[in-house]
């Protein structure tokens, strides 16, 4: 198991695979599963400052294809479990429909909005649109708002972690 999870950190690691890496980061995290992609997206845009709008592009795409997947498993679950009543978020979704997945790249609701769209079977193409727009400004913003904080304010920030 060591040497699995040893090959799985080397795999990803940032200036080896570059790119890659940041695609599945930010894919994986817009699953269900509890991921965050922002320190991998930082720090390959503070490894290569010239890819900055590369790398967005890259972790949108992966992040929009993340939100799809969503998408589609609560289409299924839908399916598969029929009509049942739902809570205010069903209202407010289905009120502002594809335009609410906006809100896609917020931390733990997003993920879980994405695949309220497929329960509710709103129109895929544009909740696609409005998902990629969404992660696309949050990319853009914090990766921009963190290359412009100084250095010595993130080593102060960061040293009680770092042992």
Sequence with gaps: MELLLERL???????KNGLSS?????????TLLPLGSEPAVFGFVKLNPDA?????????????LG????YWMGYGAKVAVGHREGTRWFG???RFGPKFLLLSWLPAVGDP???LAGWLKLPFWPCVL???????LRYTTMTAALLWVPDAWWMRLMSPFMG
């Design 9 to 15: 950190i080397d795999w990803f690691a940032l200036p």
């Design 22 to 30: 940041v695609f599945v980061v930010a894919f994986v995290s817009a």
């Design 52 to 64: 900055f709008w590369l790398t967005v592009a890259v972790a949108t795409a992966g992040n929009t």
């Design 67 to 70: 939100g799809i997947v969503d």
């Design 92 to 94: 407010w979704l289905a």
């Design 113 to 115: 909005l994405c695949a």
């Design 130 to 136: 409005y998902m990629a727009i969404g992660k696309f």
